[in-house]
């Protein structure tokens, strides 16, 4: 591994590390299970957004920084509930923020519909790996 490789994994490491717990303001919860080297990481996303369906239920999330930028996805699918929606964020971290834009596809038997809006998760905790 070359000297600028290892500079990349340690701030990716510094910046959104595994066992971190994110938090946006809709109280949504993102848990960074893994993080690799290369910046792809998986975890879990719970939705907590008041009003929204598949909410409370832990749903796989995965992702990539590439520091100091960040996108991750949710598959709105679950033993407990599914959506049948995908939702992708894109952003970057900015003073130890992650500062997001997403949007959400949903698919319904009477068609398609898209939905956009704006996350800024801070990081509230960790959790064991």
């Known amino acids: ?3 600028t490789s290892h500079l990349m994994a340690l ?3 510094v910046a959104v590390p595994a066992g971190s717990v994110w938090e946006n303001q809709g109280g949504s919860i993102l848990h960074i299970d893994e993080m690799r080297e290369n910046g792809h990481f998986h975890g879990r996303y719970v939705n907590n957004a008041q009003g929204y369906p598949c909410s ?7 992702g990539d920084v590439y520091h100091p930028l960040i996108q991750f996805s949710v598959v709105w699918r679950a ?3 599914t959506c049948h929606s995908i939702t992708g964020w894109t952003g970057r971290i900015e003073d130890g923020a992650l500062v997001t834009e997403w949007r959400l596809v949903r698919w319904r038997e009477d068609g398609f519909s898209e939905f956009t ?3 800024v998760f801070t990081r509230i905790g960790d959790h064991a790996e």
């Open 117 to 119: 809006g704006e996350s």
């Open 56 to 62: 409370g239920v832990e749903y796989r999330v995965v």
């Open 1 to 3: 591994m070359t000297l």
């Open 79 to 81: 033993e407990e509930e």
């Open 11 to 13: 701030q990716i490491a």
